[in-house]
């Protein structure tokens, strides 16, 4: 619920910033509601991405302990197995809304949006 109403306060201040024109005051006002409401957004988004990326990591770690670094050496092979076979059968992945984060798909969705606005500046859609 929460995401859901960043996402409507960021949808709303960047109507605002686009169709409307305001003194030098209110602008300046909605500019910064505008970057409030949009770093509000991002946050859980950020925390998403870090975590899919931890659990990528620990995928990767059973790999590692396996071909016994130092300090693993007296490790018995049942125990390093055991962690092997947990961390390759691990397949955690963050998701809001259904839909898993990785960041591939968050730069994507930013690259997208950041050539998405200078072509509806030029078709004259919005006033920037």
């Excluded at 605002?16 to 910064?32: P, Q």
């Excluded at 870090?50 to 659990?55: I, N, S």
């Amino acid at each position: 619920m929460l995401l859901i109403n960043f996402i409507t306060r960021v949808v709303i201040s960047f109507y605002e910033i686009l169709f409307k024109e305001y003194n030098n005051l209110n602008s300046i006002m909605i500019t910064s509601d505008c970057i409030l409401w949009t770093v509000l957004l991002m946050i859980p988004i950020i925390q998403a991405v870090r975590l899919t990326d931890a659990c990528n990591n620990m995928k990767k770690m059973g790999h590692e302990l396996k071909s016994r670094p130092f300090g693993y050496q007296e490790t018995q092979t049942s125990q390093l197995d055991s962690f092997l076979l947990y961390s390759t059968n691990l397949d955690m992945k963050a998701k809001i809304f259904f839909i898993p984060i990785k960041c591939s798909y968050t730069v994507i969705m930013l690259l997208l949006i950041l050539i998405l606005i200078p072509i509806l500046g030029q078709i004259n859609l919005i006033d920037i």
